[in-house]
């Protein structure tokens, strides 16, 4: 697992603060980071190769700082990811 700082000047940046104002326009972004499970990436790219509809859709989203480190190592729990469940298959 690791952890990189976006920044203002990376062309994502934008991108992604564009995205959070759709949902919350008067968000004040303080910093992003970027974190990898390479583990979870292989995962996840095997898996979308069994996809009839192999693109896939970058999603974004906040939760509480105590949940942050399971998500990291163990991914999403489909039960409490239906929606993205059903659109995947």
């Not at 949902?23 to 069994?50: G, H």
Request: a positive charge.
């Amino acid at each position: 697992m690791s952890t990189t700082p976006v920044y203002m000047s990376d062309k994502i940046y934008n991108e992604l603060v564009e995205l959070l104002r759709k949902t919350y326009p008067n968000v004040c972004v303080l910093y992003i980071d970027r974190i990898s499970n390479k583990a979870l990436e292989k995962k996840f790219e095997a898996r979308r190769l069994t996809f009839e509809n192999k693109s896939s859709t970058k999603l974004f989203h906040g939760t509480q700082s105590g949940s942050v480190a399971s998500i990291i190592t163990n991914g999403y729990k489909s039960c409490f990811t239906p929606i993205l469940i059903q659109n995947a298959h």
